[in-house]
């Protein structure tokens, strides 16, 4: 309960620094470039290399796909039924299929699990999350998005395989069987621990909350989608196959994860409703605390 009060005070940090103007303009994209290149990367060299690999990986591995490729279906099949624009049936295709499981659901894991749960959050997000965002996301942009050109496979292998925390993945999965020095883990414990607040300070300071007139319908299909159908399913899942570990929990509960802050971003880039995918996220984000809560209790 302590670090899940402390998030939320961070949250609201961020958001009341913007509102009262005590940051930069481009203070929210300094802090988000500080986890991706720093704290992150320090994070899952920390904790990857004491994962032991087992048939409960697996499910932290199939469920962002499965997620991914049931809520796209569903998405399309609301939109399609209650003839929703082009704009807004591209931007859900973006924010609900793919969840906030990095910049928000780690420190969220961290929140309900305690560190033993962040290892599996970082798995799912990496080759769950951020693989699909390089991929699908880069082909609902092409197929929906205004002037946006078909990606090359070799320009998504080429953004994945460099991508830092990917890298950091990649190295600490190789570096397993290696134990870092004392001063070495030291130094990444201390980095890795200000993950959680730079990065809820940073996810407070973008909160947007301004809703389009006339988007009240997909904008409450869209969450419900997101914070509600995609969790259940995802814990059904797991309860038809017994799969009742730390990773399956940890996985149901990244399902759960409100909208993804970059795929909005690129939404907005690409013109697909800017203003209603923003918002989405924002309140996304604030309803998740209680839609987590609750999911948290049904694991």
Known sequence: MENLIATLVLLFLGMAGKRLRL??????Q????FVIYVALPALVLLKVPGLTPSADLLVVLVIPWLML????LLVLGVSRYFGYSREIEGGLLLVVP?????FLGIPMV??????DGIPYAVLYDQLGSFLALATYGTMVLALYGSGQARPTAAAIVRKIVTFPTFIALVAALLLRPVA????VAAVLGSISASLVPVVMVAVGMQLKLRL???TLHPFGSGLLLKLVVAPLLALAFCRLFAFDSLAARVAVFEAGMPPMVTAGALAAIAG????????????????SFASLSLLYLLL
Do not use: D, H, K, R
């Open 272 to 287: 697909l409703a800017p203003e209603f995918t923003a918002a989405i996220i924002g309140y996304g984000i604030l309803f």
């Open 30 to 33: 300094s802090l988000n470039l």
């Open 212 to 214: 389009t007139p006339g």
């Open 23 to 28: 940051f930069p303009e481009n203070g929210a």
């Open 98 to 102: 793919m969840g906030n499981t990095s």
């Open 69 to 72: 490729g049931v809520s796209a």
């Open 110 to 115: 961290n929140a309900f699990f305690g560190g």
């Open 180 to 183: 870092w020095p004392p001063p």
